[in-house]
């Protein structure tokens, strides 16, 4: 099992940049491939970004493609979301999860979920 932390959101002008860090717990983080999701209000969940587990795959939304970076340390066990050129349709709450299965494009299944950080972007 492992459990997880997101840091790092918060309110940006647009075209501003924020970097999520998403701490995973336990000895076994390179075992998983992690995803970063977002859920705006009255939306439904998203996967922007995902990373297998040697950090060698990665798959981007068409929506954040070219603007967002998803990264891992297995030895610090953390992923990070780099977030540049920040539009108002980025709010939301941005969680991170982890995936016990061989790499999927980002398609899971997620077994795991941090509680997720806000960020808010502003025109």
């Known amino acids: 099992q492992v459990q997880l932390v997101e840091s790092g959101g918060g309110s940006v002008q647009a075209g501003g940049s924020l970097t999520l860090s998403c701490a995973a717990s336990?000895?076994?983080?390179?075992?998983?491939?992690m995803g970063w999701f977002r859920q705006a209000p009255g939306k439904e969940r998203e996967c922007v970004a995902a990373?297998?587990?040697?950090?060698?795959?990665?798959y981007y939304a068409d929506s954040v493609k070219g603007r967002f970076t998803a990264s891992r340390d297995n030895a610090k066990n953390t992923v990070w979301l780099q977030m540049n050129s920040l539009k108002p349709e980025d709010t939301a709450v941005y969680y991170c999860?982890?995936?016990?299965?061989?790499?999927?494009?980002?398609?899971?299944?997620?077994?795991?979920w941090g509680q997720g950080t806000q960020v808010t972007v502003s025109s």
């Open positions: 999860a982890a995936d016990r299965t061989q790499w999927s494009n980002g398609l899971g299944p997620y077994d795991y």
């Open positions: 336990g000895r076994t983080f390179s075992r998983y491939t």
């Open positions: 990373i297998s587990r040697s950090g060698g795959n990665t």
